[in-house]
């Protein structure tokens, strides 16, 4: 049986995982194509709402998370564009912006049951 510490140990730990990935796919020079019209766009909302959503189940303090997750894809932008293998794109920020929105939507009044116990 998992205690409620060691559950929130392995989502925090997967959490990490997440934001790890989030920036590696950024700053990765060949990041993987999609077919789809302008999917670099809703690959950039999903995984912002995807970290905001999951964040929000360990820690309520939703203002300093979304201002946290936003930061760093604002970063993660900028970043690319001085690494100059890839380009920086206000849209690309502006999706990252909307994901951590409606990350923090669904946490609240969508999925917010998942993770209640993991919350301090």
Not at 38 to 58: N, P, R, V
Not at 91 to 104: C, E, K, P, R, Y
């Amino acid at each position: 049986m998992v205690t409620p510490s060691q559950a929130r140990r392995i989502w925090i730990i997967l959490g990490w995982l997440l934001v790890l990935s989030v920036i590696f796919l950024s700053v990765n020079p060949n990041p993987p194509e999609l077919t789809l019209n302008q999917s670099d766009k809703i690959g950039h909302f999903a995984a912002y709402a995807t970290l905001m959503g999951w964040w929000h189940q360990i820690d309520r303090n939703a203002y300093r998370l979304a201002l946290l997750f936003v930061l760093l894809g604002l970063t993660l932008e900028i970043l690319q564009s001085l690494i100059g293998m890839r380009q920086a794109d206000i849209f690309d920020m502006a999706a990252n912006t909307l994901g951590v929105g409606i990350g923090w939507f669904f946490a609240r009044f969508a999925f917010g049951w998942s993770a209640r116990s993991l919350a301090p």
